[in-house]
């Protein structure tokens, strides 16, 4: 299994928007082949705050998954462009 996580910070004129950006990724990522979970979360304290938990078969589900339009369309072309900060870590689960 593979696990990327990943918070992204927002202003905020631009969270709301972001916001339905995530949920339309989150919806589109779950009906990938490989794709176990996709969660996203937003802070209570932090409104402009958002947390994506994503976990994989493997690393070719987590390879195919970059690859799709839905991720270049609503991340490359959209999450990044809005974000003022992105911290991203892949992770594997201890053995």
């Not at 009906?31 to 947390?51: H, I």
């Amino acid at each position: 299994m593979v696990i990327q996580c990943v918070q992204f910070t927002f202003s905020p004129e631009d969270a709301d928007r972001a916001a339905g950006i995530l949920k339309e990724l989150r919806d589109l990522s779950r009906e990938e082949l490989g794709v176990v979970n996709f969660t996203v979360a937003r802070s209570k304290e932090r409104p402009t705050m958002f947390a994506l938990w994503e976990q994989y078969c493997d690393e070719a589900a987590l390879k195919s998954h970059i690859e799709t339009e839905h991720f270049r369309r609503l991340v490359l072309d959209g999450i990044r462009r809005l974000a003022k900060e992105r911290l991203g870590e892949i992770v594997y689960p201890l053995e």
